[in-house]
């Protein structure tokens, strides 16, 4: 008697146990089904823009938090150079402060790392109003956020142009022109996600 009560209690916690696990089985099956779909959405639009391998690499992280949403997209997009921006100001600041450069290459420095410090400030802003767009005013929010990334993309180009020429110390060059570079190629990647997001029908 007792053993039958056991053994039906055994068969009913194994029973549990199933059902749990093929519960657990089918919700693992939906989040990666789900997860690889938001994934091939990054890969997609990213094709669209300048330099795609480097928008999915920068992206694909988040794609679990961007799912298949264009406006989640675009704003981890102008995050990603913001911090890429205040990493690369930090920089040009630390490398201001280097001894030796000639004073061409402390100007250029000088510049650089207040063209780095409005470039920073232009992104910010594009961020915050991008967590705002919609309704009657997405076309008014999305030209000024438009605006504002097309200005810093052209502070890194003036900050680089500062660095062109053979006088200019290599090494220091060097390091300017990595930081930089792999900024505006995140900046230019972004603003070709805004301007496909900026055509989008303004959402209800």
């Known amino acids: 008697m007792e053993g039958s009560i056991f053994s039906r209690h055994v068969l009913i916690a194994l029973l549990i146990l199933l ?3 093929s519960t657990m089985n089918s919700c693992l099956a939906a989040r990666a089904i789900s997860c690889q779909t938001s994934v091939e959405f990054v890969r997609n639009s990213c ?28 704003q981890t997009a102008i995050s990603v150079s913001l911090a890429t921006a205040r990493s690369a100001s930090t920089t040009m600041s630390e490398l201001s402060k280097s001894r030796g450069m000639k004073p061409r290459e402390v100007r250029a420095m ?9 470039c920073v400030e232009q992104l910010k802003k594009s961020v915050e109003k991008m967590s705002h767009v919609g309704g009657f005013k997405f076309v008014v929010q999305m030209s000024d956020i438009q605006t504002w990334v097309s200005a810093a993309l052209t502070d890194e180009d003036t900050c680089m142009e500062g660095f062109t020429g053979n006088a200019m110390n290599g090494t220091v060059k060097s390091k300017v022109r990595c930081q930089v570079v792999n900024l505006a190629h995140l900046t230019s990647n972004a603003l070709s996600l805004i301007n496909t997001y900026a055509h ?5």
């Open 110 to 118: 000088i510049d650089c790392v207040e063209e780095m410090s409005e």
């Open 19 to 21: 059902a749990f696990a």
């Open 47 to 74: 094709n669209s823009t300048t330099y795609p391998q480097l928008c999915y690499s920068s992206l694909s992280s988040y794609a679990s938090a961007i799912q298949s949403s264009p406006k989640l997209l675009t």
């Open 200 to 204: 989008k029908p303004p959402p209800p």
